[in-house]
């Protein structure tokens, strides 16, 4: 079950349905993703969704596997410095951009709606945590975890439970911020997220200036929004600045 993957051929018809969804989540939210919405949006029938995937919890499914290899994707054009906790905070500025692009997608790949559809069925088990689509986006991240206890700038730890922590702490401020809860902040990046980096760092070892002007760093390359290695990013991370 751990390497159950629900996600649809290219340019078939499931994949259609797929992208049907994602694109009703980005405009309208998760009321509108009802088999009929969905064939209607596809420009298919609404058989079609019974079909290919039996239901909506299966056709969410596979939308959250979609959202999983997108985010592995974004994951992977994230260039390799060597600073291993610039190229760590890189990954969380990378995650908090396409959760914010698509905040309802995010919801269903995370299990943050109380939609019911969003709901595993009672004899069946979440698996948005354990797809091989989440684990291969998932693995990036222990990887660059691993370099950083590699690197000697902290003290050992199982990168498996370095990655945890940092998977809790990114996403537990992209929730809270896609929930407005650091709107009175002028930029929530620059006094949220980048001080818990830091602390986050400094807690495994790090000392505090370095941990600093890294996740400085990683925020003048890849800014609050923009794709990892783009625009000014790109010069930077190639003179090794």
Known sequence: ??????VPVPGSVPERLVLATVG???EQGPSAIKARTVASSAGLSTMVVYHH?????ELVRAVADHGFIELGTAFSRVPETEDPVVDLFALALTCRRLARANPHLYDLMFGLSTRSTYRPLE??????????AFREAYARVIHACARLESSGRIE??????????LWSYVHGYITLELGEHFAE??????QVMLPMGVNFAVGLGDTRELAQASHERAVRL????????SSAGESEVASGA
């Open 53 to 57: 995937f039996g239901g909506i919890p």
């Open 185 to 190: 902040f002028d930029d929530a990046v620059l």
């Open 123 to 132: 004899s069946d088990v979440r698996l948005s945590g354990h797809s091989l």
């Open 24 to 26: 009703l989540l980005a």
């Open 1 to 6: 079950m751990g390497e159950t993957s629900s």
């Open 222 to 229: 890849y800014g609050s929004d923009q794709p990892a290695g």
């Open 156 to 165: 050992p730890h199982a990168p498996e439970v370095v990655a945890a922590q």
